[in-house]
T-cell receptor, first 111, second 112 residues
Framework: GQSLEQPSEVTAVEGAIVQINCTYQ??????LSWYQQHDGGAPTFLSY????GLEETGRFSSFLSRSDSYGYLLLQELQMKDSASYFC????????????FGDGTTLTVKP | NAGVTQTPKFQVLKTGQSMTLQCAQD?????MSWYRQDPGMGLRLIHY???????DQGEVPNGYNVSRSTTEDFPLRLLSAAPSQTSVYFC???????????FGSGTRLTVV
C-alpha cells in the first residue's frame, strides 16, 4: 500500500519562506509530485521529483530524498495568493498510472 | 485546448439513483484517473486507466464503475447512489508516470 504524511496546517507571513514536508511509505516508488488547490478550485500541478535533489520553478522549489522517503515543497517570497492547500502525491512503478495523494497542508499567508 | 472537461458541474441525486459523470480530455493523454474529495480532505483514488480498454481499481472503488473505450473519454458510473457518495469528483489525465496530472474543474455531487 501507499501512505503519505504532511502537516495539516502551516501559517506564515507575507514575504517569508515556508517549507511543507511530506514523508511517504510505498512499494515501488517512482516519484513525488506537488499540487496546489485554492478553495473551491481544482488541484493544479506544481512540480515533480523523480531523482534526489532540488527542483526549482520560480518561487517554488521541491526536494526529494529517496533514501529517507521524504520530500518537501519550499515556497519563497510568500504572497497572499499562495494561501491554499498543498498536496504531495506519490506515483508507483509497479502500478503505472496510479498516483496516491496525501491529505493536504493548508497554508495561510498573513499580511 | 479545452484540457479536461467534466460534466455536469453540479448534481443532486436521490438515494438509489444511478448516473454517469462524464470526463473528456483533448490532450491525447494515456493515463486518466477519477478522484473524490470530501470536505477538508485529500483526494482518494477511485479508478484509473493507463489506456483505452485498460482500467484498474484505486483506493475506494466500491459503488463505482468505469470504462475506457477511447483515449479521450473516461466516464464514471455510480450504480446506486448513497449519501456516503456525496463529494466532489475530479477527473485527471497525464501523458505518463512522471508528468503532472491535469485536473478537470470537478463535479459537485449531493446524494439525498
Amino acid at each position: 500500500g501507499q501512505s503519505l504524511e504532511q502537516p495539516s496546517e502551516v501559517t506564515a507571513v507575507e514575504g517569508a519562506i515556508v517549507q511543507i514536508n511530506c514523508t511517504y511509505q510505498t512499494s515501488g516508488f517512482y516519484g513525488l509530485s506537488w499540487y496546489q488547490q485554492h478553495d473551491g478550485g481544482a488541484p493544479t500541478f506544481l512540480s515533480y521529483n523523480g531523482l534526489d535533489g532540488l527542483e526549482e520553478t520560480g518561487r517554488f522549489s521541491s526536494f526529494l530524498s529517496r533514501s529517507d522517503s521524504y520530500g518537501y515543497l519550499l515556497l519563497q517570497e510568500l504572497q497572499m495568493k499562495d494561501s491554499a492547500s498543498y498536496f504531495c502525491a506519490v506515483s508507483s512503478n509497479t502500478n503505472a498510472g496510479k498516483s496516491t495523494f496525501g491529505d493536504g497542508t493548508t497554508l495561510t499567508v498573513k499580511p | 485546448n479545452a484540457g479536461v472537461t467534466q460534466t455536469p458541474k453540479f448534481q443532486v441525486l436521490k438515494t438509489g439513483q444511478s448516473m454517469t459523470l462524464q470526463c473528456a480530455q483533448d490532450m491525447n493523454h494515456e493515463y486518466m484517473s477519477w478522484y473524490r474529495q470530501d470536505p477538508g480532505m485529500g483526494l482518494r483514488l477511485i479508478h484509473y486507466s493507463v489506456g483505452a480498454g485498460i482500467t484498474d481499481q484505486g483506493e475506494v472503488p466500491n459503488g463505482y464503475n468505469v470504462s475506457r473505450s477511447t483515449t479521450e473519454d473516461f466516464p464514471l458510473r455510480l450504480l446506486s447512489a448513497a449519501p456516503s457518495q456525496t463529494s466532489v469528483y475530479f477527473c485527471a489525465s497525464t501523458h505518463r508516470t512522471g508528468y503532472g496530472y491535469t485536473f478537470g474543474s470537478g463535479t459537485r455531487l449531493t446524494v439525498v
